[in-house]
């Protein structure tokens, strides 16, 4: 299972930076082991090169066990793990189109994009803004920990997405679909637009 684990994560990096949704050695990955602890893609080491020989392992306290180096963002997916008990993966990217809505002075902190699309509120929902912290900074962690019980997707300002899902998969694609719905909402700058209401909205969020 590991290793298959392994694999997939490396696929879905190269896919990400194939398509540039990550570029140089930004944006992270990590999925929970079944016998504990966590996968992390290394430091330093772009999505693009990421090698299933050559990743980072920790232990179910988030420490540091086997491999090379982890992501210095490691403390970005311990918060989101423990304050989700359901999520098997975290993808982390500084995607360019989430990354401009996130730098945008009037977007709303607690939701921060309208419903433009169903699958949009399928897959993200609510979409939280983080206040922007120096990268390493603790503090962005305990604060990114203080909103995921309630948001599986947040956005940190000036920095970009941080999306936990049930598995590899479906944390991959809630980012591709945040990037994209980030992308139409700049492509729909100064036009009307017609988003869900919140009646339709609320509908998908129930939907058995």
């Known amino acids: 299972m590991t290793t298959a684990l392994r694999e997939e994560l490396c ?16 944006g992270n990955i990590s999925v929970r082991r079944p016998e504990g602890g966590w996968i992390v893609t290394p430091t330093n080491v772009a999505m693009g090169d990421l090698d299933p020989g050559q990743l980072s392992i920790l232990d179910e306290n988030g420490n ?17 793990y423990g304050a989700r008990r359901d999520a098997g993966a ?16 009037d977007i709303d902190p607690a939701d921060v994009l309208p419903a433009i699309t169903a699958y949009y509120v399928m897959k ?8 922007y912290f120096r990268p390493g900074d603790p503090a962005l962690g305990s604060t990114v920990a203080g909103f995921a019980a309630k ?13 936990a899902g049930a598995d590899l998969r479906s944390a991959q694609y809630a980012t591709e679909e945040l990037e994209e719905t980030a992308k139409l909402f700049l492509l729909l700058q100064g036009h009307k637009i017609r988003p869900l209401t919140p009646a339709q909205a609320e509908a998908l969020k129930t939907r058995p």
Not at 90 to 99: D, G, K, M, R, Y
Not at 124 to 131: D, E, F, H, S
């Open 11 to 26: 696929r879905i990096g190269h896919s990400l930076y194939a398509r540039g949704l990550t570029f140089g050695s930004s």
């Open 124 to 131: 993200v929902g609510a979409l939280r803004l983080i206040p």
């Open 151 to 163: 948001h599986h997707a947040l956005l940190l300002a000036n920095h970009g997405p941080v999306v």
């Open 64 to 80: 540091w066990i086997e491999g090379p180096k982890p992501t210095k963002e490691t403390f970005l997916h311990t918060a989101m």
């Open 90 to 105: 975290v993808v982390h990217l500084h995607s360019t189109h989430s990354v401009a809505v996130s730098v945008l002075e």
